[in-house]
């Protein structure tokens, strides 16, 4: 594997701490994981981190004045620490718990729509982009038909990226909120956050990212970043990174998480409650109400952990490097074409593509007949597919443990399903 510069040095001993990849199946074929972008696999120290919290400590947190208690809120609050420290947040505080980012997306969303000092109304604009998930698109349709405010989008290129020529129209005296994706869940584009946040910060917009597939493969240090051009909240999810299900990451600027109204009612985001009226706890705990996933906020407190004990410089050099072996061996078979950038350096891993003459979800079938697992469908991204034409796409998505041989066992099966198919 040295052969293929950037790949981690040490990839053979990292995937041995992934026990799932050693699965085969009953035809004696090996497991071929390429639907990271989907979820990630598991390191046995998750998994461990998380049993031995509810074999030894389980109890609820801030509430039980016993010794368990003690031990799960400490764990939990913990956690918040690594997450605040994995994204290099100035405060730990701005770091809210969600069960996944779609949660996170629609906290801000919905509380932007609520009367406050933030509050967007009639007259308002809100500017997303063509690729993004559905998690960041249609909170902002609920918000902009509740409030009266107006929906606009950046539109993409024919190469897959965003297309920021009209920015200056779009980005205006108007726009509210500006909320994009860091990096494509479907066309694995990498967009220049930095710039379009400075533009949005130069008219007084809010600028939320849905960092769900930049978080497991960029470095990111939110303080490092000049102030007119870091988000002002940032979203991501536990799963993806090596993390259990369950949980997601609201990273928000204390100021204006500060003036935001609380998003649900319930135990620990409350200071007072009488029948006439409630006052509410500050920042993380305003937004965390009734009793939060506390090991999968354990659980993902070690898989951050994990990560940054590789590194995640290395993690994303690694990415780039199996990406551009992947796209050159894609490029080799007959009939398929891939959507997004062909540039390794402009995307992260998640590559989808068409197979002409075959159904993604037939593709799909097929190499998971062969051991390989990769995903089909729309990507919940329904509106870039239909920019490019096409309903839905099959998608290879790698990660920290992908190997070239991987790659190779993919095109092998890709070859197999031109020839299954009797394609000339």
């Not at 809100?126 to 960041?136: A, G, L, P, Q, R």
């Not at 939320?208 to 978080?215: F, G, L, P, T, W």
């Not at 062909?342 to 062969?370: M, T, W, Y």
């Not at 096409?390 to 092998?412: C, G």
């Amino acid at each position: 594997m040295s052969e293929i510069p950037g790949l981690l040095p040490e990839l053979e001993v990292v995937r041995k701490d992934f026990p799932i990849l050693e699965r085969t199946f009953e035809d004696g074929l090996s497991l071929v994981y390429l639907d990271s972008a989907n979820t990630s696999q598991k390191p046995q120290i998750v998994i461990d981190t998380m049993v031995d919290h509810l074999e030894r400590h389980n109890a609820n947190i801030a509430r039980a004045m016993h010794h368990l208690g003690a031990e799960a809120t400490q764990a939990f609050e913990g956690a918040r620490d690594v997450v605040a420290g994995f994204l290099g947040a100035p405060d730990r505080d701005e770091v809210i718990f969600t069960k996944n980012a779609s949660e996170a997306l629609n906290l801000v969303a919905n509380t932007l729509a609520w009367r406050g000092p933030l509050q967007v109304g009639e007259g308002d604009e809100v500017v997303i982009t063509e690729m993004e998930h559905h998690s960041n698109i249609v909170p902002w349709q609920l918000l902009t038909e509740r409030t009266g405010a107006t929906l606009r989008w950046f539109g993409l290129t024919d190469g897959g990226e965003l297309d920021t020529s009209t920015i200056d129209e779009l980005v205006n005296e108007r726009t509210k909120v500006v909320s994009l994706t860091w990096v494509s869940n479907m066309l694995g584009t990498l967009n220049p956050i930095a710039e379009i946040a400075k533009k949005a910060h130069a008219v007084g917009a809010i600028v939320v990212v849905d960092a769900s597939q930049a978080a497991p493969q960029l470095p990111i240090d939110l303080a490092a970043m000049a102030d007119d051009e870091r988000p002002d909240f940032v979203a991501f999810t536990g799963h993806k990174t090596v993390g259990p299900t369950g949980i997601g990451v609201l990273w928000g600027r204390r100021a204006l998480l500060e003036q935001l109204p609380p998003f649900l009612g319930g135990g620990e985001m409350i200071e007072t409650v009488r029948m006439e009226r409630s006052t509410y706890a500050g920042i993380p705990h305003k937004f965390e109400a009734g009793t939060p996933p506390i090991v999968e906020a354990v659980g993902l407190g070690a898989a951050l952990t994990y990560l940054s004990h590789i590194g995640m410089d290395a993690i994303h050099r690694h990415e780039q490097a199996i990406t551009a072996y992947a796209l050159e061996g894609l490029q080799t078979v007959k009939g398929l074409t891939v959507l997004g950038p062909l540039d390794a350096a402009k995307r992260g891993g998640a590559v989808s593509f068409e197979l002409e003459g075959v159904h993604p979800h037939d593709v799909a079938q097929v190499l998971d007949s062969r051991g390989v697992a990769v995903r089909a469908g729309h990507h919940c991204a329904k509106p870039a597919h239909a920019r490019f034409g096409v309903q839905s796409s099959t998608r290879m998505s790698s990660y920290l443990y992908t190997t070239p041989a991987e790659i190779d066992a993919l095109i092998e099966a890709l070859e197999y399903t031109r020839s299954y198919f009797k394609l000339g």
